[in-house]
């Protein structure tokens, strides 16, 4: 009985995701959002992690009739870490709005603009350390300091190949 009432609570609860995920249902991001050992699919669409997770619900039920304990409280464990998962994101959704594929100029100006965020962030971080370094007294501290202004120098390099990649992108769109 218990189960029943478990498997009932669990199919209400993806019912009511999906109800939640409905406007999002076929918005693309740019990639994948949940860790492969979570989700299967490599989808970028909501609706097909919410699928996984119904067909994961299908299958536990399919295991509490022919009596796989085992299987069923891994089943059970996952697809509720799938379902805490799938409301966090659909909650957080609206956050996300740097994340959506939208075709064109637009989607390649907001990545312009977020690694131009990355190379200041970057940019203040090395300087930081260099002042760091200019006012360090051990040995130690001036060799740890000289790796991670190394570190960051080609962190802010490959920062700026992108951004270039990026305008050439960019001025090929303009043309």
């Not at 409905?22 to 991001?29: E, G, K």
């Not at 299958?59 to 799938?86: C, D, F, N, P």
Request: one cysteine or more; a positive charge.
């Amino acid at each position: 009985m218990k189960t029943a009432l478990l498997l009932e609570t669990l199919q209400n609860q993806l019912i009511a995701l999906r109800s939640q995920a409905s406007p999002l249902m076929q918005h693309a991001t740019l990639k994948p959002r949940f860790d492969r050992q979570l989700f299967r699919t490599r989808s970028t669409l909501i609706k097909d992690y919410l699928d996984e997770a119904q067909r994961n619900l299908d299958e536990l039920s399919h295991a509490v009739k022919q009596g796989r304990q085992e299987q069923v409280a891994w089943l059970a464990e996952h697809l509720i870490e799938q379902m805490t998962a799938l409301h966090r994101e659909i909650t957080a959704w609206p956050l996300r709005a740097w994340d959506s594929p939208s075709a064109g100029m637009e989607k390649w100006q907001r990545k312009r603009l977020e690694h131009q965020e990355f190379e200041r962030r970057l940019f203040e971080m090395k300087q930081a350390r260099e002042q760091q370094l200019s006012t360090s007294e051990t040995l130690e501290e001036q060799q740890r300091l000289l790796r991670e202004v190394s570190a960051l120098e080609g962190r802010l390099t490959r920062c700026r190949q992108a951004l270039d990649k990026i305008e050439r992108v960019i001025a090929r769109i303009t043309r």
